[in-house]
């Protein structure tokens, strides 16, 4: 495993320098022999997809792959067409990696139980020393809550927000990638995290690797709440027995716009894709709440 290609996809829209300084810290702080960077410029109007050609595509590790408006999660799902390496690692345009992170990352990935590793998360910009060790969803509103640390070693959660993770190109595969019925942004991570719960593999965080996340208080595109929300509702709709979507459905039918959203999802592909998963899944919803003792 410790010999495998890695190739690390960011999806990246209007980034601007914090993709350039992104890049950069990879590339001089990664001392992994073998991997790519694959940037997938998702449509951005800022020309820093640009930039980071410029900068570091005669580095011959660096890729820009171009795209046009498809979201976090169709952004992933390209880049991992385009990338070459058994692993793959998913990480934010906007993060610090320091010396070391890559070999730590994806040291579990040597245990075939593991599907999807993910870091501890400390903020870019702030220097008390606060981490996030994956999360849990709060109540029926689909919110996370950051876990505090449990352990030295890896361990098992229940979800892995979004900003990095690793995986296996062969299980991110048969777990079927990032659904592509996803928005813009939103949930995109936590659905991934669940289904491969779901489909018997384990999800587990490595505290001994920490990214620097810049933790932003607004967006440098637009996110309208609709499709956050139609995100949240669709994940329900893709994994939650009924009773649990029905208690979903019934904390937001309060928020303004929800009818329309409801005929969005009528109008999608979920109630089809909902099949197909339960179909490759070895576990239900109640194992999983079961397993980790939160409720919805």
């Not at 300084?21 to 800022?46: K, M, Q, R």
């Not at 659904?179 to 999800?203: C, H, I, K, P």
Request: charged fraction near 20%; hydrophobic fraction near 40%.
């Amino acid at each position: 495993m410790n010999l495998s290609k890695v190739s690390v996809v960011i999806p990246a829209h209007n980034e601007g320098e914090n993709l350039i300084d992104t890049v950069g810290c990879i590339l001089e702080n990664t001392v992994y022999p073998d991997f790519e960077i694959i940037v997938v410029d998702d449509g951005s109007t800022d020309g820093s997809g640009d930039r980071v050609a410029d900068s570091f595509g005669a580095k011959g590790r660096v890729s820009v792959v171009r795209a046009a408006g498809l979201g976090v999660a169709g952004a992933r799902n390209l880049g991992a067409q385009w990338a070459s390496g058994e692993i793959l690692v998913f990480l934010d345009g906007h993060c610090y990696t320091p010396p070391g992170w890559m070999t730590a990352l994806i040291a579990p990935l040597g245990d075939p139980q593991v599907g999807i590793v993910g870091p501890s998360f400390a903020s870019l910009h702030e220097g008390n020393g606060a981490r996030g060790f994956g999360a849990t969803w709060r109540d029926a509103s689909l919110e996370i809550e950051w876990l505090p640390q449990r352990g030295d070693e890896p361990y098992p959660l229940p979800l892995l927000p979004g900003g990095c993770h690793a995986m296996r190109r062969s299980d991110f595969e048969k777990i079927g990638y990032y659904d592509s019925g996803m928005t813009r942004w939103g949930s995109e991570d936590q659905e991934l995290s669940l289904r491969a719960w779901l489909m018997g593999y384990q999800v587990v965080v490595q505290p001994q690797a920490i990214i620097y996340h810049l933790f932003r208080k607004r967006h440098p595109y637009q996110v309208d709440a609709s499709q956050v929300l139609y995100n949240r509702l669709r994940m329900a709709l893709l994994h939650l027995r009924e009773e649990r979507v029905a208690r979903v459905i019934d904390y937001y039918k309060c928020t303004h716009g929800f009818a329309q959203i409801i005929i969005w999802l009528l109008q999608s592909d979920v109630m089809d894709r909902r099949r197909q998963f339960q179909e490759m899944r070895c576990r239900d919803d109640n194992w999983f709440f079961a397993r980790f003792g939160c409720q919805i």
